[in-house]
C-alpha cells in the first residue's frame, strides 16, 4: 500500500482520496493549522465535506464528562475546532471503518490491504467472487489483481498449482468452502502508475516564459516514411523455423523436397 507522509497534508492538499491515509489526530492537527488561513474560512464547508468522506464528524453540544465519555466509548477522538464563524466548538471524529463491500469506494479501494478486502469480501454472507455486484468487482479491480479458481478440497494445495504460485507472487487468498470444493480468491494490490501526460512541441516564437526547458522532456520524432520496409532488407540466418512455415507458399515439388520432408512438415 502507497506510503503517504501525514503531516505533509493540509485542509488545502487534502481530496476524498488520500483523505484514507490520515486520522483522527491528524483532522485535528490540519484544523488548527487552518485557523489563520483566511480562504480556508471562506471554503471551511468545502473542507469539512471532504473530511467527511473518510470520517464520521459530529459536534458535541452538551459539554459534560459523561456525554464525552460516551463518545470516547464509541471510538470518537474529541478535540476543538474553530467554525467559519470563528467560534470554537467541541467536535468527535472517528475514522469510519470499511467493514463491507458496500463501503468500499474508488477513493479507498487502495488504502486498505489484500489482507484487509479478503476479509470484507468473506464478510459477504460467504457467497464467493459470483455473488459480488458488477459495480463492486469494478471498484475492487481498479485497486487490486484478482484472480478465482474453484477446485476440489484435495486438489486445492497441489504442488506447483495455482495456489502455490499465487502465493509466492504475493496474492492473498481467500477460500470460501462449497460443499467438497473450495473456491480461492486471490488478490494483490496493483502498483500504481502515473497518467502520461502529452506535451506538445512549440516554435521559439510562440514559446512561453519559463518553458526553456520543455524541448528536453519532448520525445524525439524520427521519420521513417522513406526508409526501406524491414520486409525488403533481412538476414536469411535469424528467420526461424515458424517463419518459413507461415510466409513461404511454394509448391514442394519445385523446392525439390523428398515425400519424407512433406510428410514431416504436414506434421503441423
Known amino acids: 500500500m502507497k506510503s503517504t507522509d501525514n503531516k505533509s497534508l493540509t485542509l488545502k492538499t487534502l481530496n476524498k482520496s488520500n483523505v484514507w491515509d490520515v486520522q483522527e489526530n491528524d483532522v485535528f492537527r490540519m484544523l488548527e493549522a487552518a485557523e489563520k488561513d483566511a480562504d480556508i474560512k471562506e471554503n471551511l464547508r468545502h473542507y469539512i465535506d471532504i473530511i467527511k468522506s473518510a470520517f464520521d464528524m459530529e459536534e458535541i453540544k452538551v459539554d459534560r464528562p459523561e456525554v464525552v465519555k460516551k463518545y470516547a466509548d464509541r471510538g470518537f477522538q474529541v478535540g476543538m475546532m474553530r467554525s467559519a464563524d470563528g467560534q470554537e466548538i467541541k467536535i468527535g471524529v472517528k475514522k469510519r471503518p470499511i467493514?463491507?463491500?458496500?463501503?468500499?469506494?474508488?477513493?479507498?479501494?487502495?488504502?486498505?490491504?489484500?489482507?484487509?478486502?479478503?476479509?470484507?469480501?468473506?464478510?459477504?454472507?460467504?457467497?464467493?467472487?459470483?455473488?459480488?455486484?458488477?459495480?463492486?468487482?469494478?471498484i475492487i479491480q481498479s485497486g487490486f489483481d484478482i484472480s478465482t479458481t474453484t477446485l476440489p478440497k484435495d486438489r486445492l494445495h497441489k504442488p506447483g498449482g495455482m495456489y502455490e504460485k499465487k502465493i509466492a507472487d504475493g496474492f492473498s487468498v481467500l477460500e470460501i468452502p462449497k460443499g467438497a470444493w473450495i473456491e480461492a480468491i486471490f488478490a494483490k494490490l496493483k502498483p500504481e502508475t502515473e497518467k502520461p501526460r502529452v506535451k506538445f512541441g512549440r516554435d521559439d516564437d510562440n514559446r512561453m516564459d519559463g518553458d526553456e526547458d520543455d524541448d528536453e522532456d519532448l520525445p524525439e520524432i524520427k521519420d521513417t516514411y522513406n526508409d526501406p520496409d524491414e520486409d525488403d532488407d533481412y538476414d536469411e540466418d535469424k528467420l526461424t523455423e515458424e517463419s518459413y512455415r507461415t510466409t513461404i507458399e511454394e509448391n514442394p515439388e519445385d523446392l525439390e523436397l523428398s515425400a519424407e520432408d512433406v510428410a514431416d512438415d504436414d506434421d503441423y
Open 99 to 138: 467493514m463491507r463491500v458496500t463501503d468500499l469506494t474508488y477513493e479507498n479501494i487502495r488504502h486498505i490491504t489484500a489482507e484487509k478486502l479478503m476479509e470484507v469480501i468473506d464478510r459477504n454472507f460467504g457467497g464467493g467472487w459470483d455473488s459480488l455486484s458488477q459495480s463492486i468487482q469494478d
